[in-house]
């Protein structure tokens, strides 16, 4: 059973596609990156369902990484996925949309892993 109190939203990112996926998850955030690859090695192989976070592993996977975007101590599993859904709304604003699927798309010029992008995102609340 997942401790919701240990709740985290991360961010996959593929600097070399420019692609992004809001998640959330209970797990150490490495861990659960670990697990969208190896989902995406057995979907390769027809042994998982498609999730949509494989975009990003689907060309040069070696260039994705993981962010923590927050760490919230939550009651549910409905209370996580609002905060999820924050998160994506905040991305929505600061670096433009290409679907709503978690994903986003941004410019070559910014740098998602900064210190400045993250709090600049922190700041600023989802309307």
């Given at each position: 059973m ?41 979907h ?5 369902r ?8 689907a ?8 962010v ?6 939550c ?13 994506i709304?905040?991305?929505?604003k ?20 900064s ?8 700041e600023?609340?989802?309307?």
């Amino acid at each position: 059973m997942p401790n919701f109190n240990h709740g985290k939203v991360y961010l996959l990112v593929n600097d070399a596609t420019k692609l992004m996926y809001v998640g959330s998850t209970t797990m150490n955030v490495r861990d659960r990156f670990h697990r969208h690859r190896s989902n995406y090695n057995q979907h390769v192989k027809g042994n998982y369902r498609y999730c949509t976070s494989f975009a990003l592993l689907a060309e040069q996977p070696e260039h994705v990484h993981v962010v923590l975007l927050e760490a919230c101590s939550c009651e549910s599993k409905r209370e996580l996925l609002a905060r999820e859904a924050v998160w994506i709304e905040r991305m929505q604003k600061h670096v433009g949309l290409v679907n709503k699927c978690r994903f986003t798309s941004y410019s070559s010029n910014l740098n998602i892993s900064s210190p400045i992008t993250q709090s600049t995102l922190l700041e600023q609340p989802a309307s």
